[in-house]
């Protein structure tokens, strides 16, 4: 019986995800008794390398759906060797993506067919379903401004380097997710400053469990 929870961060470049997972974590590192972070594509070892070839774009060749192929071949190992252990043993599971990104990226400009994917989700994910999920929102403009300053001379990878117009359908898509699931989605205003997105995000989960306002920790 799954004991911990699990919390995923989604969202366009630059959007501000890396920032506010290791805020959240921090602040529920004094009120619960393991916090996990991890990241997708990645968290595990063969997850990683199969990160590397994703992002460095060595996999656009087989479409949006052979990319979708990859990367829920990623999550599996990610599942069975992090994520499913960590929420057995109690502990709150941050991700930075899961399975909206493959829904929303591959999705995007019909470049995969959302029963196709729906389907590969339903057999990647065997149950495993996000308590709650942070989609945070801003303008592709901005977003990809952040991106562009945060890699410096860099180059962009396989996502970033993207037209405009993917991003806003990129951002279409996430914002029909949080639609279509108001119960573990929360849409997020990433524009703001950070310590005002922080607090949002902080408020979201006390709603969602109360018991974390205590000055003790709790889920122990």
């Known amino acids: 019986m799954r004991k911990g929870?699990?919390?995923t961060f989604e969202g366009g470049e630059g959007a501000g995800k890396s920032t506010q997972i290791r805020r959240l974590a921090a602040a529920l590192r004094d009120r619960v008794r393991e916090v996990v972070v991890t990241r997708e594509p990645g968290g595990t070892p063969l997850a990683e390398k199969l990160r590397s070839v994703i992002l460095a774009g060595k996999a656009r060749d087989f479409g949006a759906m052979g990319e979708a192929l990859l990367f829920s071949a990623a999550r599996i190992d990610h599942i069975d060797r992090v994520i499913r252990p960590a929420l057995a043993r109690g502990a709150f599971v941050l991700c930075d993506r899961f399975a909206d990104s493959t829904r929303a990226y591959q999705?995007?400009?019909?470049g995969a067919e959302d029963n196709m994917l729906a389907t590969l989700e339903r057999v990647t994910l065997a149950g495993v379903q996000p308590d709650?999920?942070?989609i945070l929102d801003i303008a592709p403009e901005a977003g990809m401004a952040r991106a562009g300053r945060r890699r410096g001379q860099e180059a962009a990878d396989r996502f970033e380097a993207e037209d405009l117009s993917f991003h806003a359908q990129l951002r279409?898509?996430?914002?029909e997710i949080a639609d279509a699931e108001p119960e573990r989605c929360?849409?997020?205003d990433a524009a703001r400053a950070e310590d005002e997105v922080a607090a949002a995000l902080?408020?979201?989960c006390l709603e969602k469990w109360p018991s974390l306002g205590s000055e003790r920790k709790q889920w122990a």
């Open 5 to 7: 929870r699990f919390i």
């Open 107 to 110: 999705g995007a400009r019909g």
């Open 132 to 134: 709650l999920t942070f």
């Open 172 to 175: 279409e898509k996430f914002l």
């Open 186 to 188: 929360r849409v997020i």
């Open 202 to 204: 902080w408020s979201a």
